[in-house]
């Protein structure tokens, strides 16, 4: 029997149902081997952090580097953290805090591409360049999704609550699957997990679409595919799946956490998304890539952790104390779970900030030198690796470049360091070109 037009406009209005997904959605081939890690969630602190305020204290630096606020003890002797980081130097035991690390690239587009695939761009300090060739090295998350698959019904990465972009709309590249085809490219879900009417759109049905309904026109598909002898596409057919899979929904059911729990991570953007992050993981995402959230009224001269300005007043107010709460939330929550032995926790940024203040109170841009914290997932926590000079400026020793923090990852993750990812054309590519880090697992 021939689907009726009538029919057939059901299925072109599939957008309708968020059955866009089908464009998002492929067919993964398994990883071997066993992983230290199942799963990684990266948290990327958009705007680059200033390294003295946050985890890498300069005490006995000049007034104009040190900055107004000292360092605080952490439950690790030795171990000092910013003061605007009080709950976080009460998990500094999970955290592993690397002081050293460099892409020798002031810009954000183009050190962020770096920090996101673990490549270089061709030439440094390039802002404002797109995604696209020749600069098309695959993010994190699309070669964990490669190498990994697709478990449980949900897709091996993730983006969330929104893309990357500065302040000119550009969008960076290296967020996406780059070389390797929409196929790998994590999901994008834009959108905002701390506001009381959130909903995830693509798997919100409308209220008129009860479950039956949506078996229906899943069948009403299938009958279309025959019909015009076009081949059943599996990345549309998996659309449907998440759509009616209770499991699926559930993991991001944000309603089924206590209140306490989201008390916990904090009621903003970050924190939610974060608690967000730890729901995935739990339900089999692979890679969860949580991005700070750039909200529509930040300071065109200071937005997120880009602090050209009165960084002083930014970080006591509005920044530090988010990413405390929420980051520390996520690694007790997943401590106590007994999770974070296997999910690696990546807090990340594109670069880090001068080392002296600008004539506007703010630090400006700096690639040189800054720092990266890691916890869980086959690392051991407690300890610092590599340092800064004095001044917080360049590497003493320790350098680690985002190529290393790659090969990292995909080791943790179970991947060995000579895995290949192939492209379109079958072409094989190094999932990663650094060295893993061993003096910290």
């Known amino acids: 029997m021939h689907p009726t037009r009538r029919e057939a406009m059901h299925v072109g209005g599939l957008a309708a149902l968020g059955l866009t997904l089908p464009q998002l959605l492929a067919t993964q081939a398994a990883a071997a081997g066993p992983a230290k890690a199942k799963r990684c969630i990266v948290l990327f602190l958009l705007g680059g952090p200033p390294q003295h305020s946050t985890w890498d204290p300069k005490p006995d630096a000049p007034a104009e580097v040190r900055g107004e606020f000292g360092p605080t003890e952490t439950n690790v002797p030795g171990l000092r953290l910013g003061s ?44 404002g360049v797109n995604p696209g060739p020749p600069h098309d090295s695959p993010t994190l998350g699309a070669v964990v999704r490669r190498l990994r698959g697709d478990r449980g019904g949900l897709p091996g990465a993730v983006r969330l609550p929104m893309h990357i972009y500065n302040t000119d709309n550009s969008v960076w590249p290296g967020q996406d699957a780059g070389f390797l085809g929409r196929a790998a490219a994590p999901w994008l879900f834009r959108c905002d997990p701390s506001s009381p009417a959130f909903a995830v759109p693509e798997f919100a049905l409308p209220a008129d679409v009860p479950p039956d309904r949506l078996a229906a026109r899943r069948d009403l598909f299938r009958r279309l595919d025959v019909s015009t002898a076009v081949p059943q596409s599996p990345h549309a057919e998996k659309a449907f799946e998440l759509l009616g899979s209770p499991a699926a929904r559930a993991a991001f059911d944000l309603a089924k956490e206590t209140p306490a729990s989201r008390d916990r991570y904090g009621r903003t953007p970050f924190g939610q998304s974060c608690l967000l992050a730890r729901r995935l993981a739990e ?38 104390p988010t990413a405390d709460q929420a980051i520390a939330a996520l690694l007790d929550d997943l401590a ?106």
């Open 84 to 127: 605007l980081f009080p709950k976080l130097a009460q998990q500094a035991d999970k955290l592993c805090v690397l002081r050293a690390v460099s892409t020798g690239d002031n810009a954000h587009s183009s050190s962020g591409y770096a920090m996101l695939t673990g490549v270089p761009h061709a030439p440094l300090n390039a802002e």
């Open 283 to 320: 339900a089999g995402v692979g890679l969860v890539q949580v991005n700070w959230y750039r909200a529509a009224d930040e300071p065109p001269d200071a937005p997120c952790w880009d602090t050209h300005s009165k960084e002083a007043a930014r970080l006591k107010t509005v920044l530090a």
């Open 336 to 441: 106590q779970r007994g999770m974070l032995a296997d999910t690696l926790v990546m807090c990340l940024s594109e670069f880090g900030r001068t080392p002296k203040f600008n004539g506007n109170g703010g630090r400006d841009h700096w690639g040189h030198g800054f720092s990266v914290a890691l916890a869980g997932g086959g690392v051991k926590g407690g300890q610092v690796y590599g340092a800064s000079d004095r001044l917080g400026a360049y590497p003493r020793d320790g350098r680690v470049t985002p190529a290393d923090l790659t090969a990292t990852a995909l080791h943790c993750l179970g991947f060995e360091s000579d895995a290949e990812v192939r492209d379109g054309f079958n072409r094989p590519f190094p999932a990663s070109r650094g060295e893993v880090i061993r003096g910290i697992l």
